[in-house]
């Protein structure tokens, strides 16, 4: 247990100090990327006092000093150690123009798997409506959904958007923030090995799927898709791309036919799965501008068809994006994705 | 990397060279979340202040503002804080509380976002019911969002150098001179008992007076009996002082 620790410390004091000094001004930035010859110097005093903490350990005197050195070479250790290519700042351009794009397409399988569930449960929902009508209080959350379509055409005809006059950009805001909070919970509940996701998913069609059906049948279609498709088609994927992180979430998580540790593949997923929320989430801004500010005119104020040729219009713009944006760039390697 | 019982956590690196994480306990990330939640709470009631002016140009403007602000405000919050502050929030800082890597690597944002949205299903049904118990069924303490973004809360508290002032090594030392006894100490005296006879005369102007006279006679009746020292080493020398010297044969290798 001896070792002439007043001599070792008085020693090695000042290298300990300056490794303490050049970590600190490291976490100061944490985009801060270091000089050569900071980057030499911080991997020589690094080396240096893994070895005084080796050494120090050797003898397991003096746990103050142990703690001390632990805490020094803990810090460098994940400077030098985990420091590789993330060390870039974040650009949104990039970010928009293909880590998005690049991500989504990478883990198109968990989108495909959102998007049967959601057709799943559509037609599970307009079936149901369509077999039996009364199940309508159950089968939709929002209450002016309720009514009779008829009675809702002809009242939304004759108020001519006025009913929003003075609070389109609150309804904005609620419907941004409430679908976002929709959607980061279908992520979200990825970790219940995917069983959350997949129930919000599905349901969510089974909502969809029986408004489809009940205007429909009443007869309103040109109404539902000039009503639905403005927002409905940046909304909808923006909330199926969000069940498509909480499955790529589940995945990691299951590991089915993965020989990496659990927290290895959780690891590996991180990235691509906060991608995908924060493009989510963006999408969800602009539909919820488009449904406060344009959904909710309808005719004679604003066609159906300009409503709908709108909505076709964004709806292959989303698709072209999502599918092909990005596509001429080198692909990042899995798990790099900022 | 190994779990040493509930409370810590050990990470070896490539050079062999291993150090051990604290692992926050529950109620501390408790107090840390608490003091977080006042920390939005009041910073967004001085925000909303300053945003209702907005009122002037539009109510319904303002009433969009401070819908979205305060959703981003309070989401952002935790991410932003933990970014920018190297895996800290208000709270965590008060509490020495950190974010880390769990193999000790440098956290990345993909971490510190995951693991703050998945507060979402942490916090359910309510209070941090799913985050709580799944921490106390882990053992290394994560919640659901520490366990996909592969992080750990530590415990930090202020690390610092021995302090050499409290063996006042310059004074005469009667066991120096005396090699068979000074071997003799350092082989039977453990780093455990060593360590708490330097903690005794750092903290002595912490004691009371007879408290302090009882500690360090019972300290040097310890090294007497187990290292068999001579009478005549330690008979003229206060116990304090006595402890003193053992101390400093078993730190500091003057010779």
């Known amino acids: ?25 490291l976490a100061d930035d944490p985009w801060r990327k270091l000089s050569l010859t900071e980057a030499r110097e911080l991997e020589q005093l690094y080396q240096r ?62 989108f495909w798997f959102a998007v049967v569930l959601t057709a799943a449960g559509a037609v599970f929902g307009g079936a149901a409506l369509a077999l039996d009508p009364e199940a309508k209080e159950v089968l939709m959350p929002f209450e002016h959904l309720r009514d009779s379509p008829t009675e809702r ?15 389109k950009g609150r309804f904005s805001g609620m419907l941004m923030t409430h679908n976002t909070q929709v959607t980061l919970t279908a992520m979200a509940l990825g970790m219940s090995w995917g069983i959350g996701t997949l129930v919000i998913i599905f349901y969510n069609g089974v909502t969809l799927g029986a408004v489809v059906a009940d205007y429909l049948l009443a007869g309103q279609a040109p109404f539902l ?17 969000g069940g498509q992180a ?93 | 990397m190994n779990a040493d019982r509930t409370h810590l956590w050990r990470v070896r690196t490539p050079e062999g ?9 529950p109620v501390l990330r408790a107090a840390a979340l608490l003091i977080d939640l006042a920390a939005v709470s009041a910073a ?4 909303a202040l300053v945003l209702s002016v907005l009122n002037l140009i539009s109510v319904d403007f303002a009433g969009m503002v401070i819908t979205i602000g305060y959703f981003l405000f309070s989401q952002g919050y935790g991410i932003a804080t933990e970014w920018f502050w190297r895996g800290q929030s208000l709270g965590k800082r008060v509490m020495r509380l950190r974010v880390v890597d769990a193999r000790g690597l440098r956290l990345t944002f993909a971490q510190v976002a995951l693991r703050n949205l998945l507060r979402f299903v942490d916090g359910l049904p309510l209070f941090y019911l799913v985050g709580g118990v799944t921490s106390l069924l882990n053992h290394r303490a994560q919640r659901l969002g520490d366990l996909a973004a592969d992080t750990l809360v530590v415990w930090e508290p202020v690390e610092t150098l021995p302090d050499f002032a409290a063996l006042q090594g310059e004074k005469y030392n009667t066991l120096r001179g005396h090699a068979p006894v000074v071997a003799r100490l350092r082989h039977v005296i453990s780093p455990a008992a060593a360590r708490a006879a330097w903690s ?56």
Request: proline share 5%.
């Open chain 1, 1 to 25: 247990m001896i070792v002439n620790l007043e001599k070792f410390v008085a020693e090695e004091r000042p290298r300990w100090e300056r490794l303490d000094k050049l970590l600190r001004r």
């Open chain 1, 49 to 110: 006092v893994a070895a005084d903490l080796a050494r120090l350990s050797s003898y397991a005197a003096e746990p103050e000093a142990r703690r001390y050195l632990e805490n020094l070479v803990g810090r460098g250790h994940a400077e030098i150690h985990g420091a590789r290519g993330q060390g870039a700042r974040f650009r949104p351009g990039a970010w928009l123009l293909r880590t998005f794009p690049q991500t989504f397409r990478r883990q198109a399988h968990a």
């Open chain 1, 153 to 167: 055409v002809a009242r939304e005809q004759e108020n001519r958007g006025k009913e929003l006059t003075d609070r």
């Open chain 1, 225 to 241: 898709f000039g009503w639905l498709l403005p927002h409905g088609a940046v909304e909808i994927p923006a909330i199926l791309v």
């Open chain 1, 246 to 338: 909480g499955f790529v979430l589940a995945g990691a998580l299951l590991g089915r036919g993965r020989r990496e540790r659990l927290s290895a593949r959780l690891r590996a997923a991180a990235p691509d799965v906060v991608t995908l929320c924060l493009g989510a989430a963006l999408m969800l801004v602009w539909a919820g501008f488009v449904e406060s500010f344009f959904s909710q005119y309808h005719e004679p104020v604003l066609p159906y068809a300009l409503k709908i040729s709108f909505g076709v219009a964004e709806l292959v713009a989303l698709t072209w994006y999502l599918f092909r944006a990005g596509s001429t760039e080198p692909r990042p390697a899995p798990g790099k994705s900022r």
């Open chain 2, 17 to 25: 060279v291993a150090f051990t994480f604290r692992l926050a306990s």
């Open chain 2, 44 to 47: 967004w009631s001085v925000i």
């Open chain 2, 200 to 255: 005794a005369l750092a903290r002595r102007d912490e004691f009371d007076a007879g408290e302090r006279v009882k500690l360090f006679a019972e300290l040097a009746v310890y090294f007497r009996t187990a290292a068999a020292v001579p009478a005549e080493m330690s008979e003229q020398v206060a116990d304090e002082q006595f402890v003193r010297n053992v101390v400093d044969v078993l730190y500091v290798n003057r010779a």
